[in-house]
């Protein structure tokens, strides 16, 4: 028999072999699937597993794709979960994990590999979540694409936090060595996986990066066209969701610039970011919003790339900087190795300058020019001085 949920008239109705039970939308657990069933999601969703043992930095992507493995997850209607790992999984070695966004595969995504293990020096297994069968979701009927894709999204998240829950049981995993990182949708998703970890086994993940967190449907009192009773809203990222949670806020359009963790940056303030104006009009700021994974990836390899100023609110500019002296906390990668999360009390809010490189030129041009300046005040109160 098909395990199977569904939306009607307020109702969610789960199947279970021969025995349904039928309750009202407010009594249905926060950790229940909204939409979709545990059958479809153990099917729907791939955890491709990339060992350091089988890495090599010189295949082709296609190539690169093939070495990884699947693990093999199936959460059933009782919430028990079935989990099997590859035999080249190795335990002791911290574990990333990514999850692409909107319409998206993880295959486009191999990038994260190359970088994660060349920076940790293939000491790292790397998880690369492959959801694209919900990410972008068969119309429906009343339904736009992105709206079945978030509530999807938030499905997912709660498979995976069952899954790492097993994964960490069954291997005695250090929840801290774990690092979640998710682009738009992904984000969220990330965000839902850490809360359902947290209730399945009580403690929390080592870190969640959200890239960008997906904003439509997820703003405070966004309702969704036709699914009304279900508010995104509150089952968004947050800083609770994992022991510490940083955030790369850079588009205000298919972002959110609302603080969401315990540091979250905001590039040029967290809308247009470099390059992204003509693209931007175009299409409705996914340049901006792409940008979030470019310079987390830039900062896998380049720890202190983009040194951040402490400010006073969130979408933070230039005028919002509360000091200029030299900071500890850099956007990306490292900022956990730079701050400790027992230091943390609710949210830093951080400014990250982040040129083009015609902006560069043109503010070495007038360093340049300051300079030149100086030098002929300087000159000039000599000759001064000689002529006394």
């Not at 909204?34 to 082709?60: A, E, G, H, Q």
């Not at 999807?152 to 060595?177: F, M, W």
């Not at 202190?304 to 919002?320: H, I, M, N, V």
Request: net charge negative; charged share 25%.
């Amino acid at each position: 028999m098909v395990l199977y949920s569904t939306l009607f008239f307020g109702l969610v109705i789960h199947g279970c072999g021969n025995r349904f039970q039928v309750h009202a939308e407010k009594e249905r657990s926060d950790y229940s699937p909204l939409i979709n069933d545990w059958k479809t999601l153990s099917r729907l969703v791939k955890l491709r597993y990339f060992s350091p043992s089988n890495y090599n930095p010189t295949v082709s992507e296609v190539e690169m794709w093939a070495l990884g493995e699947n693990i093999d997850c199936r959460v059933h209607c009782n919430l028990t979960v079935e989990l099997k790992l590859p035999d080249s999984f190795i335990e002791s070695l911290p574990v990333k994990i990514h999850f692409h966004g909107f319409t998206d595969t993880a295959k486009r995504h191999l990038n994260y590999v190359d970088a994660w293990m060349q920076a940790n020096i293939g000491e790292v297994n790397v998880i690369l979540v492959d959801w694209s069968s919900l990410a972008f979701p068969i119309f429906r009927k009343g339904n736009f694409f992105y709206d079945a894709a978030a509530i999807n999204a938030i499905d997912v998240g709660n498979y995976i936090g069952r899954c790492l829950a097993e994964l960490t049981k069954l291997h005695k995993s250090d929840p801290q060595n774990f690092h979640l990182v998710g682009f738009s949708l992904g984000a969220q998703l990330a965000g839902m996986a850490g809360r359902t970890y947290r209730e399945v086994t009580g403690e929390q993940l080592g870190r969640i990066t959200g890239l960008d967190p997906a904003g439509p449907n997820f703003f405070k009192g966004n309702k969704l066209r036709d699914v009304e009773h279900i508010g995104l809203y509150e089952k968004r990222l947050r800083s609770e969701d994992a022991e510490l949670v940083d955030v790369i806020h850079s588009s205000t359009l298919m972002g959110e610039l609302a603080p969401m963790g315990d540091l979250d940056f905001y590039p040029n303030g967290g809308e247009l970011q470099p390059g992204c104006y003509a693209a931007d009009l175009i299409a409705w700021g996914a340049c901006s919003h792409l940008k979030a994974e470019h310079f987390y990836l830039d900062s896998v390899v380049n720890a202190t790339r983009y040194p951040a100023k402490s400010c006073s609110r969130a979408g933070c500019l230039e005028d919002d900087i509360i000091s200029e002296s030299p900071t500890s906390v850099f956007m990306g990668e490292q900022c956990w190795d730079f701050v400790e999360p027992s230091d943390l009390s609710g949210s830093g809010l951080y400014y990250v300058e982040v040129c083009s490189p015609d902006r560069i030129i043109k503010r070495k041009e007038k360093k340049n020019r300051k300079e030149r300046k100086l030098r002929r005040k300087s000159f000039e109160e000599e000759i001064n001085e000689d002529t006394i």
